[in-house]
């Protein structure tokens, strides 16, 4: 009886099916419309999607109703040949009595005279006319409905504060509106005050109203370049784009009426984004047992949103010491989560990178900013894996003990300054003496290093040294020193034994095979690493890496140098003439005496301005001649703090030379935009009663 239960009541759940999807489908193209004209097409698909899973929900709610006991009581009060006996037709594992199966018989053979269609419910006609309707009207209203700043500005009262005299026009109403550009993806506003922070590269359009009617009222820049106002009807419209922060007044008088105030439009420039390395936290990570793969997991953050796909390079470093192989490459990988905030989490398999033993991988994230047309880029933290090498011991005994790791002292110039950067990253999270500690852990290495680049110059190995005798030599070098000959172990002619027999060698350490050009090379780095080993046993990482780079560099043209052999000549200096020896002339000999020359200052008209402005003996108290003042803060508003407050402070006195407010703020302002005093050396403290004894005693004196 279930597929005979099925066949009857599937006809009603799928009207109740198709008829819930009939009324939503109206409010679903009117939510999408309004989505689209508030939020843009994500929007819209956002409040489609809840609205369809609402509907699905209230859908399968309307046909789980059509059930057994809905079924039996329409068959009843519809078929009076089933004679209220439809119930024993869908009897569901209930034992029936014989009177009861007699009767279930009888009239099984009469449900076959109707159709299962003959139950289905009726289309809600009414419901769905009504939500067609107000659906129609929706969407019509969505579409004519104008977005901010579209449809025409609503003009708020103006704010200049000016009295009104007859015949010249001043302002009474305005609106700023503001477009920023469509990457940002921030929408258009009004604003009601002529004073305002937008994007760069926002369009600023400007609608006045004026009374009475100007005859060519204009936005006047305090830079000096002027922008022009149309008419258009009763109003006066102007628009430009925001490149630079700017202060501006509007004239519409032509300079016959009070002096307008200043108004300020400050430009938000688009940050970079911001990367931040998530997983591991610590820059240097080592390989784990049976480790496959590399999941680093990066965060960029960006104020106007982050590209969707941002790029890995990574870079392979195969060898030990300076005999470093590397290679590089660079991967897309894709990001999550919102715009503004992504994270990207690429996978890395280390057979398709060849990456083994020995080696260091090393990761940076790449990513790029939605900014139009030139994107910002900005390269992240990088994060290395280490994979050490094995070492097996080579004898037994106690060297058998040994580390079986990679020795600290093999590390190459390069590893030293990833060690000491990862240490300065970290310098927050570590205590004082441990950072200390591993300072000068990695003085150590550079010590080490230090060490065995100074054999090529001539220096002394790592170890115990050796006491000499008089001559510079030593029993048992191979020289002469009174005892019997030594006796040649190669045979006679031999070139290993010509020099031995016939000669008195010195230089048998590695730096006879440099030339004198590549010997100076390396001199140079070995004493850069010589200043790195001194700032990191300090615990001065940061002052150290200077050094470490200079020695890399020197290194690599080591590296790259190729031999050349020049011969020895001596310094080509002008004769001395003997004839003036003893004699006490001085003609034609200069004073080497340098002169002391003045401290060069940039900021001498702030400095005047700012004498002038105050109490002592150069202050003016009438008009000040502030035109110097103006060119060079236009010269120097880059390394200002405030320039445009600077440029308004002296709007203002320029105004009104009489305003002590105003006078005081120009004076507040050029205090910070004047250059800092040198340092000079601190006075010695006089010294004490103890002091003075000592000091007397050095000298003699009671």
Excluded at 525 to 554: I, N, T
Aim: glycine share 8%.
């Amino acid at each position: 009886m279930t597929a005979l239960l099925a066949r009857w009541i599937a006809p009603a759940r799928w009207r109740a099916l198709a008829d819930t999807w009939a009324l939503a489908l109206p409010l679903l193209v009117a939510a999408g419309a309004v989505g689209w004209r508030l939020g843009g097409p994500a929007f819209a698909l956002l409040l489609v999607a809840i609205g369809s899973a609402i509907a699905f929900f209230i859908a399968r709610r309307r046909a789980a109703r059509f059930d057994r006991a809905w079924l039996v009581r329409n068959l009843d009060n519809n078929r009076p040949e089933l004679e209220d006996s439809s119930a024993l037709l869908f009897a569901q594992h209930a034992p029936l009595a014989p009177l009861q199966v007699l009767q279930r018989d009888r009239i099984a053979a009469r449900i076959d005279h109707g159709t299962p269609e003959d139950l289905r419910p009726d289309w809600s006609r009414r419901s769905l006319l009504a939500f067609s309707l107000v659906a129609v009207a929706v969407v019509v209203v969505a579409l004519l409905w104008p977005r901010p700043g579209e449809g025409p500005s609503t003009l708020a009262p103006a704010l200049e504060g000016l009295p009104a005299r007859p015949g010249i026009p001043r302002l009474i109403a305005q609106n700023l509106r503001i477009i920023p550009p469509a990457y940002t993806g921030v929408p258009v506003r009004d604003s009601a005050s002529l004073d305002a922070r937008a994007p760069q590269g926002a369009r600023l359009e400007w609608t006045l109203r004026f009374d009475p009617q100007p005859s060519a009222p204009r936005l006047a820049m305090l830079a000096g370049q002027t922008l022009a106002l149309h008419r258009d009807g009763e109003t006066w419209i102007a628009s430009r784009t925001l490149d630079a922060s700017f202060l501006y007044r509007v004239d519409p008088a032509d300079a016959r009426g009070p002096r307008p105030p200043l108004h300020r439009i400050d430009a938000i420039a688009d940050a970079p984004p911001q990367v931040k390395a998530l997983s591991p936290t610590a820059s240097l990570s080592m390989i784990t047992p049976g480790q496959r793969s590399w999941t680093p997991v990066f965060a960029a953050t960006d104020d106007y949103g982050v590209a969707a796909t941002a790029r890995l390079r990574v870079t392979l470093a195969i060898g030990e010491g300076e005999n470093v192989t590397f290679s590089e490459r660079e991967i897309a990988v894709p990001g999550s989560g919102p715009a503004r905030d992504r994270r990207f989490a690429p996978r890395l398999d280390f057979a398709s990178f060849g990456f083994a033993a020995g080696g260091d991988m090393v990761v940076q994230l790449i990513v790029r900013d939605n900014r139009a047309p030139v994107p910002q880029e900005v390269h992240g933290p990088s994060l290395i894996l280490r994979w050490p090498s094995a070492r097996q011991p080579e004898s037994g005994g106690m060297e058998g003990m040994v580390n079986t790791t990679l020795p600290a002292y093999f590390r190459s110039q390069r590893q030293i300054i990833i060690d000491a950067e990862a240490l300065i990253k970290q310098k927050r999270a570590l205590a004082p003496d441990r950072y200390m500690t591993r300072s000068a852990s990695i003085g150590g290495d550079q010590q080490i290093l230090r060490g065995r680049y100074s054999q090529f110059l001539g220096g002394e190995e790592e170890g115990e040294p050796e006491l000499p005798t008089a001559d510079g030599h030593q029993e048992g070098d191979g020289h002469d020193h009174g005892g019997p000959p030594k006796q040649s172990s190669a045979g006679f002619g031999a070139p290993e034994d010509v020099l031995g027999d016939f000669g008195h060698p010195h230089d048998d350490s590695p730096a006879s095979s440099l030339d004198p050009e590549t010997r100076a090379i390396l001199k140079q780095a070995v004493d850069e690493m010589w200043q790195s080993e001194r700032e990191l046993h300090q615990g001065r990482p940061d002052l150290a890496l200077p050094f470490a780079y200079k020695a890399l560099r020197f290194i690599k043209e080591v590296q790259q140098a190729t031999r050349i052999f020049l011969s020895r000549v001596g310094p080509e200096l002008p004769p001395i003439d003997a004839t003036r020896r003893m004699t006490g002339k001085r003609e034609g000999l200069a004073n080497r005496t340098l002169a002391v020359a003045p401290v060069e200052r940039s900021d001498g008209p702030t400095a005047a301005a700012w004498r002038a402005l105050g109490d002592g003996p150069d202050a003016i108290r009438g008009p000040i001649a502030l035109g110097a003042l103006q060119d060079w803060t236009r010269v120097n508003a880059g390394r200002l703090p405030d320039a445009l407050a600077l440029m308004g402070a002296i709007d203002a006195v320029r105004s009104d030379p009489a305003c002590t407010a105003c006078r005081a703020r120009l004076r507040a302002q050029l205090w910070t935009a004047m250059e800092r005093p040198l340092a000079r050396p601190a006075r010695r403290r006089p010294s004490d009663a103890a002091g003075a004894r000592y000091l007397g005693a050095i000298e003699g004196t009671p």
